[in-house]
Each structure stands twice: as structure tokens, then as C-alpha cells.
């Protein structure tokens, strides 16, 4: 019996000693692990910013991943067609429209009798077809799922204003002459049929091309005038920022023989519906970085991800300030950032949380301020419309959001498709990342 005892007992002390050891191995784990989201609505540039870390960071990508891009980019150029062709009804922009060609009447009875005004390609015949919708929303909201931007804040837009545009509204006259919708004729209507006639039903499998005819008719579509007055008022509708990327090199990225870039990853787009986590390794630490949809009807799957987070890279596109969502297209798409970055930014499991703001697509902005004065949008800003004075004014908005005085928010101006800037930030990201956890830690 004695020896049975004794036996018992030295196993028991094993056995705590495994576990000493387990407990010991878990919380060097925990200090050697960095938990980082990315978080942000759709079309901010989250997975891009998580592309980077890869290139940057990881291994990249191998020959074979790099061709599984291809078709993602063979779908983005479909997609990007046929929404630009789903555009032109929505808008009512006739094919061949040129603006720069344009004389606008200089009455509203002219603007009514100038049948010289028509192109030969504006000149179709009638069109008695259905009025099929042109976009339906991919995700249904849940109105309770998102807390509005609190009253602190003294006024904030919710919605696209109608801005008068007699250009737009002298070619929805000319779209009305020509016939309207499907009956339309030449090179630019007839090529668009073409486009439709794909079946895109399953979408693009993997090894599958284009044929040339889909792959000329695309390249005659993006060419028309009228495509390319439709893509000059993008904001309007739904449309991806690669659209001009890869529609712009629509015959070298369809031959079977394309090979995709790191810069063409990098410019993809594929909708985010599940999460995504990825482990690099980062001055001996490593970074699990989490990616989830942003979309509304995604952002439910995010909840089971905030325990024990070291850091929340939160992305903004700054470009989308005279966006829509693609879920609500009342809602401008900046004040929906700002919506969910307060639900975040203030909530109580994220009050000592690192918290760092991307404000991303800073290229793509530079150029809508050309053409674009974010005052149309946001009635409270009265300053000058340069790149500097209105990026800081929507820095300063999501800065104001903070509750908490004890928190500090880093904001990056960033462009997450170039690897040069985007290593730079990155560079100060991480290291501001390990010296909070290190503070953390009492180190």
C-alpha cells in the first residue's frame, strides 16, 4: 500500500510540473503573439493593407498563388464591364456620348428642338424593353445593427445631396431620343451585347479564360465616349476602384499566357465574406492579423475576435466622401466610416486598446478634389479645397470621436496599393504596436 501511495504521489507531482511548464509555454506564447484587426467598411482597402504585410513581412506569394489571382482579375474585368453597361441605363448616358463635344442649349426650348446635337451613333431605334433593375444590394441591412454618430457632433451628413448637373441632364435627353434601353445601335451598343451574352452565372473557374470575342468586345466598350462619361461619374453607382486598372489592360491580363504582378494582386478586388487570419513574423514577434468583411451583413462575424486584441488597424477610404453605400445608397460612405469608428473607438473592451486609423486611398482622392470640392458633400467645411487642408479636416473629425482622454488615436494618410508608402507606414505601425505591448507587459 505504501508503495502504491508514494507512486501515486510522484505521478501527482508530474503531472502539476506538466502543467507549470503548459501554463509557462502559454504565456510566452502570449507575450510573443500580437493580435491585430483590421477593421473598416467595405471598399476601404483592408485586405490590400493585408496583402502589403505578406509582400513586406512574409513570403509573398508563390507562382502558383499568383496564378489563382488570375482569376479574381478575369472576374474583376466582367464585373467591372457589365457595371459600367448596367450604369449607362441607370444614368441614362446614350453610347457614344461626348461631352467634350458637347454645346449645352442655352434654353430649356432648345435644349427640347436641338436634334442637331445627335451623333450618327445617338440616331436608334425605339426601345420598348423591361426595365430590369440595374443593381441589387448584396447584403439586406439590419437597421438596429449599427449606433448612430452621437449628438456631440454638431452636424454630420447622411446623405448624397441631388446636385443640378446639366450635362448629366442633357444626356438623359439624348439617351431618351436615342431609344433608351437595349435597342441601341454601333460599335459601343453592339459590343455591350456581347458582354451580356457571357454567362456569368457560376462565375469564372479557376484555369478558365475569356474568349476573344468577350475579351474585343470588352476593350471596344471601355473605348466608347459614352462608357467613359458614365466612369467619369463613378460616384453614382456601385463600381470598384480597379475598374480602370485592369480595363485599361483588358487584352494583356486575359490572354492565357498573363502572368498577374505583385502591384496586379495588389490592385484586385475580391469581396471579404469570411475571416481571414494570417501569421508573419515581425522583429521576433508574431502578428496574427485578422481580416473580416466589412460589408454590414458581415460585421456580425466579428464579435468572437475582440477578446485580447493588441492593436485595431481601422481603415478609412478617403476617396468616398461622394460615395454611397453599396447596402444603403442614402448613406454617404464617409459617414458610415465615421458611424462604426465611434461604435468602435468607444467601446469599453477597446479603451486601452491601440488604436490606429488608415486613411486610406489618398491617391484616388487627390484627383476627386480636382473636379469634386468635398463642401458639396460636407456643408461644414468652408476651407480650401487642397489635398492638405481637406484631408486634415476629416482627420479631425474621426480624431473628435474619442471619448476616451486617456486614449491616443495614430492616423496615417496611406495608399495601400503602393508598397513604397505603405512600407513606411507600416514601419511605424508595427513599432508603435511592440511598444505598446511591451508597455503592457511592465517592460
Not at 448624397?160 to 433608351?180: D, F, Q, S, T, V
Not at 458614365?230 to 485592369?246: H, I, K, M, P, T
Not at 486610406?360 to 470640392?373: A, G, M, V
Amino acid at each position: 500500500m505504501g508503495n502504491c501511495g508514494s507512486s501515486e504521489s510522484a505521478a501527482a507531482v508530474v503531472a502539476s510540473n506538466e502543467i507549470d511548464k503548459q501554463l509557462k509555454l502559454e504565456q510566452k506564447n502570449i507575450q510573443q503573439n500580437i493580435k491585430l484587426l483590421l477593421l473598416g467598411p467595405g471598399e476601404t482597402g483592408k485586405s490590400t493593407v493585408l496583402k502589403q504585410f505578406k509582400l513586406i513581412y512574409g513570403e509573398g506569394y508563390t507562382a502558383n498563388e499568383k496564378l489563382a489571382f488570375r482569376t479574381t482579375i478575369l472576374t474583376n474585368v466582367m464585373t467591372c464591364t457589365l457595371s459600367l453597361i448596367n450604369a449607362m441605363d441607370m444614368l441614362k448616358i446614350p453610347y457614344g456620348f461626348d461631352p467634350t463635344t458637347v454645346t449645352l442649349p442655352t434654353t430649356e426650348e432648345d435644349d427640347d428642338d436641338d436634334e442637331n446635337a445627335l451623333t450618327e451613333d445617338d440616331k436608334v431605334r425605339d426601345d420598348r424593353g423591361s426595365a430590369e433593375e440595374v443593381f441589387e444590394n448584396e447584403n439586406e441591412y439590419e437597421p438596429d445593427q449599427e449606433k448612430k454618430v452621437s449628438d456631440r457632433m454638431a452636424l454630420i451628413e447622411s446623405e448624397i445631396p441631388k446636385l443640378e448637373n446639366p450635362m448629366a441632364k442633357y444626356a438623359a435627353k439624348l439617351y431618351k431620343r436615342a431609344g433608351g434601353r437595349n435597342r441601341q445601335t454601333g460599335t459601343g451598343p453592339d459590343a455591350a451585347k456581347v458582354v451580356k451574352s457571357h454567362d456569368m452565372s457560376f462565375g469564372i473557374s479557376p484555369g478558365e479564360t475569356l474568349p476573344d470575342e468577350i475579351v474585343n468586345a470588352v476593350e471596344v466598350v471601355w473605348k466608347d465616349a459614352g462608357i467613359q462619361y458614365c466612369y467619369s461619374r463613378a460616384n453614382e453607382f456601385q463600381l470598384v476602384d480597379c475598374c480602370g486598372y485592369f480595363l485599361n489592360r483588358a487584352k494583356e491580363v486575359c490572354n492565357p499566357e498573363y502572368n498577374p504582378t505583385e502591384q496586379d494582386i495588389l490592385n484586385t478586388r475580391q469581396m471579404t465574406t469570411t475571416v481571414s487570419e494570417t501569421r508573419i513574423m515581425v522583429e521576433k514577434k508574431i502578428f496574427r492579423i485578422f481580416d473580416v468583411g466589412g460589408q454590414r451583413g458581415e460585421r456580425k462575424k466579428w464579435a468572437p475576435y475582440f477578446d485580447d486584441v493588441d492593436a485595431i488597424i481601422y481603415l478609412v477610404a478617403i476617396s468616398s466622401y461622394d460615395q454611397v453605400c453599396l447596402e444603403d445608397s442614402s448613406t454617404n460612405r464617409m459617414v458610415e466610416s465615421m458611424n462604426l469608428f465611434d461604435s468602435i473607438c468607444n467601446h469599453p473592451l477597446f479603451k486601452m486598446t491601440e488604436m490606429i486609423v488608415f486613411m486610406n486611398k489618398i491617391d484616388l482622392f487627390k484627383e476627386k478634389l480636382e473636379k469634386t470640392p468635398i463642401s458639396q458633400y460636407f456643408p461644414t467645411y468652408q476651407g480650401p479645397n487642397t489635398y492638405e487642408s481637406c484631408s486634415e479636416y476629416f482627420a479631425s473629425r474621426f480624431i473628435a470621436l474619442n471619448l476616451f482622454p486617456e486614449k491616443s488615436i495614430y492616423l496615417h494618410f496611406t495608399w495601400a496599393t503602393d508598397t513604397k508608402q505603405i512600407k513606411a507606414v507600416l514601419a511605424i505601425v508595427n513599432h508603435s504596436i511592440l511598444r505598446g505591448n511591451l508597455t503592457k507587459a511592465g517592460l
